[in-house]
């Protein structure tokens, strides 16, 4: 089984809309993040979590939100989605003991039409 | 701020022709340096971490090298299964969390 995972894999949606995308992981991290890429980019930080009571924001955290409902879950929401928000989305975990080195999920391939 | 650039953006190899990537950095002081590989699709997957100039790391065709200014991937006698985008990434010593990213070399091995 993965140890980083996301939900959903992909997603269509309008502009307006709600949407709230879902990271979970198995490696016992403290730390996950929420990156966007977009093609001919490279990945930039949205918001960042050191355990569940200490939320940052990222570069470029405006139009997102976030929220650590657990160590092993962080969910990234978009509250009113616009196209220039379409992007792959991936969570990624390190644990600051060991090494810092990122893992990261599958991704969320996300459009906002 | 720190900046990070990959080149070149894209690279076609025949299978058995060795080649390097490079990453150029600057970083107000280089806590370390990532390498991952990502496949169409997926997200990034961890390949090395260098610290500091000088040194260098392999796992099978792949060494990864590192200077004050520059990191080289080398890929040696590739075959098509190393067709990827490869990104670099940056961390400062003042900022242990933040990762800078290039925006990565897609490399297409022909067999």
């Known amino acids: 089984d993965a140890d980083v995972t996301q939900t959903p894999r992909n997603r269509i949606t309008k502009t307006g809309k709600r949407i709230m995308l879902e990271c979970s992981q198995t490696?016992?991290?403290?730390?996950m993040y929420w990156y966007r890429q977009d093609p001919g980019l490279g990945l930039q930080l949205i918001y960042y979590?050191?355990?569940?009571?200490?939320?940052n924001k990222g570069e470029i955290s405006d139009g997102y939100s976030v929220s650590r409902q657990a160590q092993a879950k962080f969910s990234l929401s978009l509250e009113s989605a616009i196209p220039n928000q379409t992007a792959l989305y991936f969570c990624?975990?390190?644990?600051?003991?060991?090494?810092?080195?990122?893992?990261f999920g599958p991704g969320t391939r996300l459009t906002v039409l | 701020e720190d900046q990070v650039t990959q080149s070149p953006e894209a690279l076609r190899l025949q299978e058995g022709e060795s080649s390097s990537l490079n990453c150029s950095y600057t970083?107000?002081?280089?806590?370390?340096l990532f390498w991952y590989r990502q496949d169409p699709g997926k997200g990034p997957e961890f390949l090395f971490t260098?610290?500091?100039a000088g040194e260098e790391k392999e796992k099978e065709r792949l060494k990864a090298t590192l200077t004050k200014k520059e990191s080289f991937l080398h890929i040696t006698a590739p075959k098509p299964e190393d067709s990827a985008t490869y990104l670099c990434?940056?961390?400062?010593?003042?900022?242990?969390?933040?990762?800078?990213f290039g925006a990565g070399t897609t490399v297409t091995v022909r067999a």
């Open positions: 990434a940056v961390q400062a010593r003042s900022n242990d969390y933040k990762l800078s």
């Open positions: 990624a975990t390190s644990d600051p003991g060991g090494g810092d080195t990122q893992y």
């Open positions: 970083v107000s002081g280089l806590r370390g």
């Open positions: 260098l610290y500091s």
């Open positions: 979590s050191f355990d569940v009571k200490d939320i």
């Open positions: 490696k016992g991290h403290d730390r």
